[in-house]
């Protein structure tokens, strides 16, 4: 997999919106839910202005986490924000303890504050399909003010950028195709191939508007073979390319499986072959200071092999 990051310059487009705010009217809410189409796995962002694309979103996940799954984002101006706090009045009456008028002023002293500084309040993220998501989103501010050309402890970083992009990548879970196919015999070579892998290139960006995107790319190199039995009872063969060698008549047998015992002694009579395809990664230009192991997803079939049976007869004379 190759990993490319492009950053853009430090301007946001969009407002954020503080932890329990509702949204603006005229405002979606929280944006950024991890993969589209309803596929949920991987990463699912919450009150984050994260956009997450691409054609790596709609197969397997290999259930990479984030080393951190809450963070900061740069959010409103300092006048943006207080005309949001001034608008909820309602809600910050219905839901704070013991509300008074003096005290909801006192609120959004902090705000009225900010007004005329350069600068913005950061508000914090977090992955909802991490299961340490919400605790960690529950221990940052609320909000952050945060003069220009600077990020906050726990701010978003274009390392976590491409951390949300990975999380997010998926690749097909494919079908393994074997030539013989519904039954192999002793010494007789079994052909290996994958069917349904679709492209071999899938890649998922990860974009915070205005401000920075990453993008992750993947590229399937390698297939890896497993018998499903010792090294005594079968002979294996992977040079086999990005998806195996289907069967061809005359071809040369250079993918898959020559199974040396019968399988009768086995678990339910069959050895289980696993096909596992290996999807590369690296970072390009060194944008982040480490490296990511391949993605893998292997898919398991049944083959029953059996002993090759002949007939002899004797000619009358």
């Known amino acids: 997999m190759i990993i490319k990051v492009v950053v853009a310059g430090l301007l946001l487009l969009a407002p954020g919106l503080a932890p329990g705010d509702p949204a603006p009217q005229g405002d979606s809410g929280a944006r950024g839910k991890g993969f589209q189409h309803g596929n949920t796995r991987g990463v699912r962002l919450q009150n984050s202005k994260i956009i997450i694309t691409g054609t790596g979103l709609s197969g397997k996940s290999d259930g990479y986490r984030l080393k951190r799954p809450c963070w900061y984002e740069p959010g409103r101006d300092a006048a943006d924000m207080l005309r949001t706090q001034e608008s909820v009045r309602d809600w910050w009456f219905r839901f704070t303890e013991n509300p008074t008028e003096e005290k909801y002023q006192e609120f959004l002293k902090q705000f009225r504050d900010k007004i005329g500084e350069e600068g913005r309040w950061w508000a914090p993220a977090y992955n909802w399909a991490d299961p340490n998501g919400l605790s960690c989103w529950i221990g940052l501010e609320p909000f952050v003010w945060v003069p220009p050309g600077t990020t906050p402890p726990g701010g978003i970083t274009i390392a976590e950028l491409v951390e949300i992009a990975r999380a997010a990548l998926t690749v097909p879970e494919p079908k393994i195709e074997l030539n013989p196919d519904a039954k192999s015999y002793v010494n007789l070579p079994t052909w290996v191939w994958l069917s349904g892998v679709g492209e071999t290139t899938r890649s998922v960006t990860a974009t915070l508007p205005g401000v920075m995107s990453a993008t992750v790319t993947a590229t399937l190199e390698d297939i890896e073979i497993d018998a499903g039995t ?4 079968a002979e294996v063969k992977e040079d086999c390319g990005p998806t195996g060698k289907p069967y061809a008549k005359g071809g040369e047998f250079t993918c898959g499986v020559r199974y040396l015992r ?7 009579d069959v050895y289980e072959l696993t096909v596992t395809s290996v999807w590369p990664i690296e970072v390009e230009d060194d944008v982040v200071p480490f490296a990511y ?25």
């Open 230 to 233: 010792t090294a005594d009872r």
């Open 262 to 268: 019968a399988s009768i002694d086995q678990p339910r």
């Open 293 to 317: 192991d391949p993605v893998e997803v292997g898919v398991t079939r049944d083959v029953p092999v059996g002993e090759v049976q002949s007939t002899v007869r004797k000619s009358g004379r």
